[in-house]
C-alpha cells in the first residue's frame, strides 16, 4: 500500500498531464499543490513555457524560485487550469478548503479558472461534508460577532492558532480565521448563502460548483472524478 506522501505525489504527477505549453495555470496551496509546483517548476526547466498565478504568497515564492513565471490578475484576468488540493471532496465535487489558511486567495483563482482540477489522496473523499474543521475568514474588528452568528447557526468556532505558539494565526490578506468544530453539513448550499451574507466575513472554505475535476489517488490508480460521479 503506498503511503499518503506517495498517493499525493501521484495525484500530482497525473494533473501535469493537463498542462499545455502556453498556457496561464493557477498555482494551488497545500502539501499536494505543493508537490505539483514542485513538477510544474521541473517542466519549466526543461523548457515547458507557461505563466503561473499563484494563491499564496508562499506558492508565490515557491514558483519563482523554480523558475516559473508569476505574474498577477493584471496581466492575464483568467488561467487556463488551476491545480490546487482540498481537505474534503464530496459527491458534486463539493469541497472543503482552506486547512492551511490560503482560502481567500485560493477562491479567487479557482473562480478565474477555465479548468479547476483538485488533487488529493482517496482519504479526502467523504459522503458528507463536514469531518474537517470548516475555515471562515474574517475581518479581526468583527470576530466577535461572527463568533456569536456562528454559534447561533449550531456551528461553534475559535480562532485559529499559529504554528508554533506565537499568537493567532494571520492570513496572506491580514485576516483571522475562525474553525467551525467538525460537524456534517446538512446544506452546503444554504449553509454558504448564510455564510456569504454575514457582515465581516470575507470568504469560508465551501467551494460549491467550483470543481471541474478531481484527481484522486488511492491504492491501485488516479480516479479521475468529474461533478456527475457516483461516489
Same mark, same amino acid.
Do not use: H, N, T, Y
Given at each position: 500500500m503506498p503511503t499518503q506522501d506517495e498517493l499525493k505525489l501521484q495525484a500530482a504527477q497525473r494533473a501535469l498531464d493537463f498542462i499545455e505549453p502556453g498556457m496561464v495555470v493557477g498555482l494551488g496551496s497545500g502539501s499536494t499543490a505543493t508537490l505539483f509546483i514542485k513538477l510544474l517548476g521541473e517542466k519549466v526547466k526543461q523548457g515547458l513555457k507557461i505563466r503561473g498565478i499563484a494563491s499564496s504568497e508562499d506558492s508565490a515564492k515557491l514558483g519563482a524560485e523554480l523558475g516559473i513565471p508569476i505574474i498577477?490578475?493584471?496581466k492575464a484576468t483568467e488561467t487556463d487550469v488551476t491545480v490546487d488540493g482540498a481537505d474534503e471532496v464530496a459527491p458534486g465535487l463539493a469541497l472543503i478548503k482552506g486547512g492551511g489558511g490560503k482560502l481567500l486567495r485560493e477562491k479567487i483563482v479557482a473562480s478565474a479558472s477555465k479548468k479547476f482540477i483538485i488533487v488529493a489522496d482517496a482519504s479526502k473523499? =467523504? *459522503?458528507?461534508?463536514?469531518?474537517?474543521?470548516?475555515p471562515v475568514? =474574517?475581518?479581526?474588528?468583527a470576530e466577535p460577532l461572527v463568533t456569536e452568528r456562528l454559534r447561533a447557526l449550531g456551528y461553534p468556532s475559535?480562532?485559529? *492558532?499559529?504554528?508554533?505558539g506565537s499568537g493567532n494565526y494571520i492570513t496572506d490578506e491580514g485576516n483571522l480565521i475562525l474553525d467551525c468544530d467538525p460537524m456534517q453539513v446538512a446544506d452546503p448550499e444554504v449553509l454558504a448563502a448564510e455564510l456569504d451574507?454575514? =457582515?465581516?466575513v470575507v470568504e469560508h472554505g465551501l467551494f460549491l460548483d467550483m470543481a471541474d475535476l478531481a484527481l484522486v489517488a488511492g491504492a491501485d490508480s488516479v480516479v479521475e472524478y468529474t461533478p456527475e460521479t457516483k461516489f
Open positions: 498577477g490578475f493584471d473523499i =467523504v *459522503q458528507k461534508l463536514g469531518k474537517f474543521k470548516l475568514e =474574517v475581518i479581526p474588528m475559535s480562532i485559529r *492558532q499559529a504554528k508554533g451574507g454575514m =457582515v465581516g
